[in-house]
Structures are given as structure tokens and as C-alpha cells.
């Protein structure tokens, strides 16, 4: 295909994430290097405040910004270099707690802790999701012909839902005396208050997803078990292999780029956590770095938002993700290689 | 047949969804009006109240402070009408995106009262509808069966919490709007000002000193007496706490007051009865803030516009509405009669809470305090340690902002 | 599946094993479905049964039977009857893959009867006036509501975000995949290095966190009269709160995914198919559109049905960037959380919730072949 052909193909395609992906990405590397500030002026402002009969006025010196003739606030913009990230990062509190070993301080630094339940939220969920998406595949595999239809319908609700009512619905089994938690209890004979503490929020957080993404996972397995090589299970049979060799030496061999396939897309998904986090309303105790971003972004109530450190924020998480996509994409780049050379 | 079920249906479902009168109102605006406010039942009071004039378009929603400072500042003006607090007015004010109203308060406004007018720096800018406050609510049976009289003080407070947990009578004896973040650090801020602290010493943070330790100490206090899940709780979680009798005590928002006698929603009705919000020590200032509610117009519209909105509002914020809607705020507006519900909000006032603090630096304090005042309650942190975090977090803010 | 008929020894499995892979999967199968069933029971219920402690009162609903709310065998056989024709109608569609006029008829039906549902409690009292409740076809049996449904649909007008989603997502569908099914062929179709970089940096584009976009839009969003002015002058639009702005944002956002999916459908197109016809002397665009089109519906289908999913279960995007009057169902959802002062209220934000449930379920049912042959086919080619 011809340079120019290509180009008319995939053209429309590349405009539109250009323009509304790689753009706001560029402007997300600049601004964590710039701050934005308004110009202030102190001013004396008389204040008034209903009471319930008469108003109580207050004098107070306030810091405002200033306007400039247009009416709008005069900002000026200047480098800042890698302030916004130190801010974030703080180096010279890690090294404090590093030499006191207080791993508790450590971790009470909001990224760090976001990184904390990030990296554990995606490194626990991800060998979860792809044992069980394994079992439900290899179980239906054996069903009656004519349940499977059914049962895949069944499998593959929670994955389409949309997670915020996902999320919400597994939360309102679970808040205060949910049906749930009330079961719990009375399993484990003893008050639960499960939103109390962070490990218990963090545990129902880990199963949602779980639940949410299980199914892509079976469902990609699945596929994958039919088109297993019979001859080479029936050799093994043969030969005299357990079903447990049969599954470590023929199927899970076979199924091997679809686990690397499943694991890239999960560890891309779940390293963005951020509905649970709504949903599940955990930020008390546990923080995602998307919801950290999230969470510099949202205005308080007197309208101010923290751009430069979100911005700082969001490309510290964009480094990780292509730290942690890095060994599959080298691979498919050599892979690439190889093609072209071949 | 099939078509002529659905086109039946189809009708039946826009006939009733159109039977809606604009009888109450004896103007119609010319042009399409908005409103954004947040949203809860004395804003969709208010809101219908407009909407009954036709052409008018109200947007409630809760997180409406996300979107108003932008909003505002577009021309023309996305939204004609704005819901404030005197929290949430700043950055209007600030980046100037509102108008006077001085001329058609003069033009329309017989009907205020003195005390709705809001005046920055002479100007009218807003026109307040109602007052909130935090106070405290409490169950009577509960505390009339214990012999415990209505606490004055938290150290009465905090005994006659103990009395009732100890009784067994409620789940909980205690409930506080302990959610993680704004709410939080709400009450963290009633009750620091409520000992007499300062937020501010000249442009620098001032939380760390004793009446701060002591506000977080008094706070970790309470919790003991709260459902565990204290950190997820806001106003109506506990609302609904006290609605299904599972507490016995509260310092809730004046706004929540009418639920507790909602026939439809509550076990307790008749039962939770008002108090002012108590002193944190005998001596100091109540421990709440007061708040007010109300409307603003933009300033990026046309005069036949605002003065049309503005005409729009006195509709929404007249006698009938209030008569309608009495219990469900502490208004401000011409022939609200004080009830019974009231009683907390007014005498809360009356003890000399201050008002909510003004300015940018305080709105970077909230987000500082809600965010790490958790770490103290669930013992991951020292008071001494957690105000310095919050003093160090709030500076980080304040530098990126270059407010320090 | 139908391939294999007989099942391969390999796969057959001794009886205890069957037990306990059947037992497994019948427990996955309940917690699949069990949210979803919880949330639809309680939306059926009135407050004080839906958050009952005792999973009982949730089921039975007495406080909802002596409020005088519920329902009897005749109510219950209407709606085995209507899930029996819509069941019918899937079924028939999926083996003729066409709509004939029989399934235009169930269609007609189920909606019908769906609309039904709203002057349900009518049709029932008037049947039990007619019989009285002694009669065994009238006693109330189970205590069930469908005020929650009518008052979110009617007196909240839901249908209004219903078609604000219809549209929102029939635009996102098709731009996406009038874009991406050029950009899927082309990437298919060309070997060069610049196609395997533009794979990749999509492929770090779809692992992006959304709230890192879509804040930055915002800003423009509001101003766009301002900035947009010197092309446009007087027309300029504000492009917040526009279905359409919003579309191509949504379509865009999601162009990674489909792009990767439909490159992968085009691959397994044998080449042979296009360059004979450029042998025929076709240029690259007149074989796509003369040999290419008339097989791709499938793979086309395929990356609409995820498109749909994202454009209909979108929160973050339509909550920042559309007003109320344009809003979506599942940001709308978030409306009555925010305002959930009162129980009514909350049973009111669980019907919202499964109303918008249905449709994806529906959805599922029809196109289960398609969401599955969808998830495998990026995998089988790695």
C-alpha cells in the first residue's frame, strides 16, 4: 500500500486522536512543568451574613485576584521545572522515613499510598482473574451442549453492566446492614462493619473487580479451548499423563498467548482504577493514583484547583503504565522485526 | 392493533407528563432561563416554584461547584441564574462573573427582606433565600428514659453519650456527617472555631497548636459512640440513621430537620427533637458555622435577561413557595414561621456561632483538613503529626497557587 | 461448540469432578447474576421491604403486599407471557438474522406490552374488581410495585435522558466505526514501520486514565464561542452541553479500541480477496469498497457492539461535559444519588439503575455470538 493511500485510510482515525487524546496529553506534559497563577491584590471587603433577624457584617482584608479591563483574571504562567513533581514525590520525606524505617509515614504520603493500593489492587486481582476466568472455561468446556448458551449469557453480565451501577449494586449488598454483610455476620457470628477499615474495603474492591472483569477472561479462554490440538491430548492420554499434566503441559501451553493477552489488557485496566474508588466511596482509607489526578482536578468550594500538580500526577501514572507495558510491547516490537525480516 | 398500543401508550405517557399548570405564575420568560445549583430538597422547592412560570430550565446537582466558576465565565453566560453559599459565591465574586442587583432588587424587590440582601462592598451581589447551620438533634424518649438532660457542653455531651451506649437502647448512641473529605472537615472547622481557633496567623497556616490537638482529641472521642463506618457517613446516611432509630443523637444540618417527621421515611417521628449545637468548652462559641443559601445572576448576559431571570427568582422565592415548603429550610423569605424544626438553627445562631470563614486560603484549608484528618481517627497518625501534615499540605497548595 | 459434537475423551471428566465442576459453575452463575437480581427485586419494592435486614422481606414483600401493592397469578402469566413472545422474537432473529414481518410483530408486541406495564396496576385492579380477591387466579400473592418505574419514566421524564443516550450512542457508533473501520483496513493492509508505531501508541492511548483527558476539555468546552468565533464569527456554537461535541469526543476516545479490533477482523480477510481485484485494475479505495464491504458486516458488528457499550455506559465524560437538558442516563443516575435525601428517593435511583440495565441486557441476549466471537478475535491473533 502506498504512503498516500495509507494516509487516506487511517487519516480520519489519526485526526481524531490527535486532536482529542494526544492533545490534551501534550498539555497535561506542559502544564506539570509550568504553574498558572492569578495575580493578587489584598483587598478590604465588608462582608454580610444573614442572621436570623438582622445581617452581621464583618470587615476583612481578603486576597483577590485582579481583573483586567476586560473583566478577566490576569494569570501569569512561568516555568517551574520539576517543582510540581517534587511536590508530589517529596524526596526529602522518604529519605527521613527510610532512615527512621517508619514504613507507616511512608505510606501515609498520599502517592505513595495511591501507588501502594494501585500496585497491589492490579498485581493481586490480575493471577485471580485468570485462574478463575481458566476454571469457568474449562468447566463450561464440560457442560451440556445446551446449557452453555445460557450460561455464557449469565457469565457475561457483569462485564458488560456499566460499572458505576456495577459498583453501586455490589456496594448496597454490602453498606451498613446490607443483605450481604448482614449473611456474614451471621456466618461468622460476630459484628462486621465492613466500610470500617481499609483491608476489608480494599478486599471487596478487589472482588468487584474481579466479578467485573472474570468474564472477559473466560470468555477469551474459552475460545481458546477449542481449537486445542486433540491429537497431541490424546497422545498424552496415551502415554499416561494425569488431567493435571494434560492441563500444565498441553493446554496451558497452548493458551499461553491468550494469558499474555488477558494479563496486558487487565494490567491496563486495573492500574486505572478509579470507580471502585467512587463507588465504594474509599477514599478515608485507600486512594488510586487516577483518583489522586481526579481528586487535584476537582475545585473546592472557593474554586480553586491544583492543574499543575494533577498534571505532574497523571504523567507519573502514564509513566508507570508504559513501565508495566513495556517487556509485552518490546516483545511484539521484535516480533514486528522479524515479520518485516522474514 | 400492535400500533395502535404503543401510539395509546405513547400518548398516555406524554399527556401526563405534560399536565403541568403554569397557573401560580402571571409572567412567561421571552427567552429560555437556567439555574445551576446543588441539589437538594429546598433547591427543587425553589426550582419548581420557577418552573412554574414556563421556559426555565433548572440544573441541580450536587456537584455543581465543579462546573459554576467556568460556566459563569463563558459569553454569553451558559447559565443565567446561579445557587451559591457564601462558600461557593467566591469565585464568582472573585473573577467577577456576577452582576449588581442593585436595580432590580429597587425595580422587583418589595417583597425582600433587608436581611436577604448581601451586600459586598455596598453592592448587592446575591440574594440570600435561607440560613443552615449545623445543630443538635436528639431523641427525647431515649433521653428522658436515661433522666439525661439536653447537653449544653460536648462534656456533657460526651456523658450522656456514654449513658445512652451503655443502655443499649439505640445502636449507636452517636452520629456525625464523618464522611472522608468536605464533610470532615466541616466538622473539624465547627469545632475548632467553636474553641475560639484561628485558621490563619497572617498568611501563614495555624492549626497546629493546643486547640487544634484538642479539636482532633474530642473528635476521636466521639467516634467511640459512632457506627464504625463513620468514615463513609454523610448527611444523610445519618440522616436516615436517626430516620430508622438506630441513633440517638446527632449534630446535623438544619436542612435535615423536617426528614425526622417524614411520615413516609421515619420510625422516630415525633421523637427527635431540636437543640442548639453545644459548646466545645463552657464559655466559648457554639461548635457549628453559619451558612447561608442563595441566588445569583450572571453578569455575561442581556439586560431584558437579567431582568427577566431576576423576575423569575422573586417568583421562586415568594410567599407561596414558602408557605408551601415552610419545614423544609430556615428561610429567610417574607411569611416563613419559625416551627419547632427550627428551634436548633435559631438558638445555634443566637449563642454566637460565627459564620463559615470567607476567602480562597480557606477553601485550600478544607480540602487540606478533609483529606487528613482520617489518618488521625483510624490511629495511623498522631494529632501532632496530622496537623502538620494538613499545615504542610495546605503550604504546598497555597505555594502552587501562589498565595504564599 | 458445534464443531465438536461428540465431546473429546480428553475433556470428559469422572463423576465426582463432574459434581464439582458442575457445582462451581452453578455458584459463579449466582454470583454473576445475583447483584443484578437483588437490585431488581428491591426496585420492586417499597422502601421499607427493600432495605429490610431479613433477605426474606426483600423477596416476599409484605409491607408492599399491605400497602396494597402486589401481585396475583393473573399478573404473573401476562408477564410469562410477554418474556415468552420477546424470548420467541430473539430466537427467531437469531436463526434468520433478519427482521421479518413475524419478528416486527414480536417486537411490536414486547413494546407493546412493556408500555403496558405503565397502566399495569390499572389492568390488574380492573381484573380483580371483576373476579374479586377470593378467587384464587386474583390473591394478591407476592407484595410487588411498579411506582418506583413509573414515577422515575413519567413524572421524572427518564425517557428524555432514554433518548438523549439513543442518540448520543447511535452518533458515537457510527463515527467510530465509519472511521475506524478505514483506519482498521489500512493498518490491516499496510506493513509498513508507521503502522506498527500507530498500533502501539494506541495501544498506550487506550491505557490512558479518561479523567486526564476529559478535564482538559472542559475549558474549551465552555469557551468555544470565544475561540471558535474567528472561523465561524456569529455562529460560533458552545459546544458545551452538545450531543454532538460530545459524540465526537466519545468516538475519538475510542478509537484505539476499535481501530486494534477491526485491524484484527481485517486480517483474517484473506489478501487475496483485494488484490485480485487490483489486478482487475481497481485502485485500494475501489477495492475496499467493492470486495471488502460487502464481507466486513460481521467484524463491523462486532466493534459497533463494543462501541455501544462505551458510549451508553460512558459516566465521566457526559456527567463533565453535557448540561441537564442533553444529559445521559447513567450520569442522570448520579443526580438522584446526589439528591437521595429520602428512602423513596433511593428505591427511585435502584429502578433508574435497572432501567438502565435492561437494555444491555437485552442487548447480551441478542448479540451474545457477537460480543464473543468480538472478545476472541483480538486474542486469537495476538
Redesign the interface.
Known amino acids: 500500500?502506498?504512503?498516500r493511500?495509507?494516509i487516506?485510510?487511517?487519516g480520519?482515525?489519526?485526526f481524531?486522536?490527535a486532536?482529542?487524546?494526544?492533545?490534551?496529553?501534550f498539555?497535561?506534559v506542559w502544564q506539570s512543568l509550568h504553574?498558572t497563577?492569578?495575580v493578587?491584590i489584598q483587598v478590604e471587603?465588608?462582608?454580610?451574613?444573614?442572621?436570623?433577624?438582622?445581617?452581621?457584617?464583618?470587615k476583612?482584608t481578603?486576597?483577590?485576584?485582579k481583573?483586567d479591563e476586560n473583566?478577566k483574571?490576569i494569570t501569569e504562567t512561568k516555568f517551574s521545572g520539576f517543582e510540581?513533581y517534587r511536590?508530589l514525590l517529596k524526596p526529602e520525606l522518604i529519605f527521613k522515613h527510610i532512615s527512621e524505617r517508619n514504613w507507616?509515614?511512608l505510606t501515609?504520603i498520599?502517592f505513595y499510598k495511591a501507588l501502594r493500593f494501585t500496585l497491589t489492587f492490579t498485581l493481586i486481582t490480575l493471577p485471580i482473574v485468570l485462574v478463575l476466568g481458566l476454571?469457568?472455561a474449562?468447566?463450561?468446556?464440560?457442560?451440556l451442549q445446551s446449557l452453555?448458551?445460557p450460561?455464557?449469557?449469565?457469565?457475561?453480565?457483569?462485564f458488560?453492566?456499566?460499572?458505576?451501577?456495577?459498583a453501586?449494586?455490589?456496594r448496597?449488598?454490602f453498606?451498613?446492614?446490607g443483605?450481604l454483610s448482614?449473611?456474614l455476620e451471621w456466618l461468622l457470628k460476630r459484628e462486621i462493619?465492613?466500610?470500617?477499615?481499609?483491608w476489608t474495603i480494599e478486599i471487596l474492591m478487589m472482588s468487584y473487580r474481579v466479578?467485573h472483569v472474570a468474564?472477559?477472561a473466560f470468555?477469551?479462554f474459552y475460545?481458546?479451548l477449542?481449537?486445542v490440538n486433540?491429537d497431541s491430548?490424546?497422545s498424552?492420554?496415551v502415554d499416561g499423563a494425569t488431567?493435571w499434566q494434560?492441563l500444565q503441559l498441553v493446554i496451558l501451553p497452548h493458551l499461553s498467548?491468550?494469558i499474555?493477552?488477558?494479563s496486558i489488557i487487565h494490567l491496563?485496566d486495573s492500574?486505572?482504577v478509579?470507580?471502585e474508588v467512587i463507588g465504594f466511596?474509599s477514599?478515608?482509607?485507600v486512594i488510586s493514583?487516577?483518583w489522586l489526578?481526579?481528586?487535584l482536578?476537582?475545585?473546592?468550594?472557593?474554586?480553586?484547583r491544583?492543574i499543575?500538580?494533577?498534571s505532574a500526577s497523571?504523567m507519573l501514572?502514564?509513566i508507570g503504565?508504559?513501565f508495566l507495558?513495556f517487556f509485552p510491547?518490546s516483545r511484539?516490537?521484535r516480533e514486528?522485526k522479524l515479520r518485516?525480516s522474514g | 392493533m400492535k400500533k395502535f398500543l404503543i401510539i395509546a401508550s405513547a400518548l398516555t405517557a406524554l399527556f401526563t407528563s405534560s399536565a403541568v399548570s403554569f397557573a401560580a405564575c402571571n409572567f412567561t420568560p421571552s427567552s429560555k432561563l437556567t439555574l445551576l445549583a446543588n441539589s437538594y430538597a429546598a433547591w427543587k422547592a425553589v426550582s419548581d416554584a420557577m418552573g412554574e412560570c414556563g421556559n426555565f430550565e433548572a440544573e441541580l446537582d450536587a456537584e455543581f461547584r465543579k462546573k459554576q466558576p467556568d460556566a459563569f465565565a463563558a459569553n454569553p453566560s451558559l447559565y443565567q441564574l446561579g445557587g451559591i453559599s457564601n462558600s461557593t459565591i467566591q469565585p464568582l465574586l472573585s473573577a467577577g462573573t456576577i452582576r449588581a442587583l442593585d436595580d432590580l432588587v429597587a425595580k422587583y424587590g418589595q417583597d425582600l427582606q433587608p436581611n436577604q440582601l448581601i451586600r459586598i462592598n455596598g453592592q448587592i451581589m446575591a440574594i440570600a433565600m435561607s440560613v443552615n447551620n449545623q445543630h443538635l438533634m436528639y431523641r427525647e424518649d431515649v433521653l428522658n428514659s436515661l433522666g439525661i438532660t439536653v447537653p449544653q457542653t460536648y462534656y456533657e455531651l460526651l456523658s450522656a453519650v456514654d449513658k445512652i451506649a451503655a443502655s443499649g437502647q439505640v445502636d449507636y448512641a452517636f452520629g456525625g456527617t464523618y464522611k472522608a473529605g468536605w464533610n470532615l472537615a466541616e466538622e473539624f472547622v465547627n469545632m475548632y472555631l467553636g474553641m475560639g481557633g484561628q485558621f490563619f496567623k497572617g498568611t501563614q497556616p495555624n492549626v497546629n497548636n493546643v486547640m487544634g490537638i484538642r479539636t482532633l482529641e474530642m473528635m476521636r472521642n466521639l467516634t467511640h459512640y459512632m457506627d464504625p463506618e463513620y468514615l463513609v457517613a454523610d448527611s444523610t446516611y445519618v440522616q436516615q440513621q436517626f430516620q430508622q432509630g438506630k441513633i440517638a443523637m446527632a449534630n446535623l444540618w438544619a436542612t435535615r430537620a423536617a426528614a425526622m417527621d417524614d411520615q413516609k421515611e421515619s420510625q422516630v417521628v415525633g421523637k427527635v427533637k431540636m437543640a442548639a449545637a453545644p459548646y466545645p468548652v463552657t464559655g466559648a462559641l457554639p461548635a457549628s458555622t453559619l451558612w447561608w443559601d442563595g441566588v445569583v445572576l450572571a453578569k455575561n448576559m442581556t439586560d431584558q435577561q437579567a431582568d427577566e431571570a431576576f423576575q423569575l427568582l422573586m417568583e421562586g422565592i415568594d410567599k407561596e413557595m414558602v408557605s408551601e415548603n415552610n419545614d423544609l429550610a430556615v428561610w429567610l423569605i417574607n411569611g416563613y414561621e419559625p416551627g419547632p424544626m427550627a428551634k436548633g438553627a435559631a438558638e445555634t445562631a443566637e449563642n454566637g456561632a460565627v459564620p463559615y470563614p470567607n476567602g480562597m486560603e480557606m477553601g485550600l484549608m478544607h480540602t487540606a483538613l478533609g483529606n487528613n484528618i482520617a489518618d488521625f481517627l483510624t490511629g495511623k497518625e498522631t494529632a501532632d503529626q496530622t496537623l502538620k501534615d494538613i499545615e504542610a499540605e495546605y503550604k504546598t497548595a497555597a505555594k502552587e497557587k501562589g498565595l504564599l | 461448540m458445534s464443531e465438536y459434537p461428540d465431546m473429546p475423551r480428553s475433556f470428559q471428566l469422572s463423576r465426582s469432578l463432574k459434581l464439582l465442576s458442575n457445582g462451581f459453575l452453578s455458584i459463579w452463575c449466582l454470583i454473576a447474576l445475583f447483584p443484578l437480581l437483588w437490585i431488581t427485586l428491591m426496585s420492586l419494592k417499597y422502601p421499607l421491604d427493600a432495605f429490610s435486614a431479613n433477605p426474606l422481606v426483600v423477596i416476599f414483600g409484605p409491607g408492599t403486599k399491605a400497602a396494597g401493592a402486589s401481585v396475583n397469578f393473573f399478573d404473573l402469566l401476562m408477564v410469562i407471557l410477554w418474556i415468552s413472545v420477546a424470548f420467541l422474537g430473539i430466537k427467531h432473529w437469531q436463526v434468520k438474522k433478519n427482521l421479518g414481518p413475524k419478528n416486527l410483530l414480536y417486537l411490536g408486541i414486547s413494546i407493546g406490552w412493556l408500555f403496558a406495564v405503565f397502566v399495569f396496576a390499572e389492568l390488574s385492579t380492573s381484573v380483580q374488581r371483576l373476579f374479586g380477591v377470593d378467587f384464587f387466579f386474583t390473591t394478591p400473592l407476592v407484595g410487588m410495585t411498579t411506582e418506583h418505574f413509573q414515577s422515575v419514566w413519567i413524572e421524572q421524564e427518564f425517557y428524555k435522558q432514554f433518548f438523549n443516550s439513543l442518540l448520543v450512542t447511535a452518533g458515537v457508533v457510527s463515527i467510530s466505526l465509519t472511521v475506524g473501520t478505514l483506519a482498521g483496513y489500512g493498518l490491516a493492509r499496510s506493513g509498513s514501520g508507521w503502522a506498527f508505531w500507530i498500533l502501539m501508541i494506541a495501544l498506550v492511548f487506550r491505557a490512558l486514565p479518561h479523567s486526564v483527558l476529559v478535564s482538559g476539555y472542559l475549558p474549551w468546552f465552555i469557551n468555544s464561542a470565544e475561540w471558535l468565533s474567528p472561523f465561524f464569527g456569529e455562529v460560533a456554537p458552545t459546544l458545551y452541553g452538545q450531543p454532538w461535541a460530545i459524540i465526537v469526543v466519545l468516538a475519538s476516545i475510542n478509537q484505539p479500541f476499535t481501530i486494534w479490533m477491526l485491524r484484527s477482523f481485517f486480517q483474517n480477510i484473506p489478501r487475496e480477496l483485494d488484490e485480485a481485484a487490483r489486478i482487475d485494475g481497481c485502485s485500494h479505495g475501489e477495492a475496499f469498497v467493492r470486495v471488502i464491504i460487502p464481507v466486513m458486516w460481521p467484524g463491523v458488528l462486532t466493534a459497533g457492539l463494543f462501541s455501544f457499550l462505551l458510549a451508553y455506559n460512558d459516566y465521566l465524560v457526559a456527567a463533565l461535559l453535557l448540561d441537564a437538558q442533553n444529559q445521559t442516563m447513567v450520569p442522570a443516575i448520579s443526580g438522584y444519588f446526589n439528591r437521595e435525601t429520602t428512602s423513596t428517593d433511593q428505591v427511585e435511583a435502584v429502578a433508574a439503575a435497572v432501567s438502565i440495565t435492561a437494555p444491555i441486557f437485552v442487548l447480551v441476549m441478542v448479540f451474545q455470538k457477537q460480543l464473543v466471537s468480538g472478545l476472541t478475535q483480538g486474542a486469537v491473533k495476538g
Not at chain 1, 474449562?138 to 457442560?143: F, G, H, P, R, V
Not at chain 1, 462493619?193 to 481499609?198: I, K, V, Y
Open positions: 500500500m502506498k504512503n493511500t495509507f487516506g485510510f487511517v480520519p482515525s489519526l481524531l486522536m486532536l482529542f487524546i494526544a492533545g490534551p496529553l498539555s497535561v504553574v497563577q492569578p493578587y471587603t465588608e462582608v454580610c451574613t444573614p442572621g436570623f433577624l438582622s445581617q452581621k457584617c464583618t476583612e481578603q486576597t483577590q485576584p481583573l473583566g483574571i510540581s511536590a507507616l509515614g501515609n498520599d476454571m469457568i474449562l468447566c463450561i468446556n464440560q457442560a452453555r448458551g450460561i455464557i449469557f449469565v457469565s457475561l453480565l457483569p458488560v453492566i456499566t460499572p458505576v451501577i456495577g453501586l449494586s455490589i448496597w449488598l453498606v451498613g446492614d443483605i448482614i449473611l462493619a465492613l466500610f470500617a477499615q481499609g466479578w468474564p472477559f470468555i477469551v475460545a481458546g477449542q481449537t486433540r491430548l490424546e498424552a492420554i488431567r494434560r498467548p491468550l499474555l493477552f488477558v491496563m492500574y486505572r478509579f470507580e466511596r477514599e478515608a482509607h493514583l487516577q489526578t481526579y481528586d482536578l476537582t475545585p473546592d468550594d472557593t474554586g480553586n491544583l499543575s500538580r494533577a497523571s501514572t502514564m503504565i508504559i507495558l510491547l511484539s516490537w514486528h518485516r
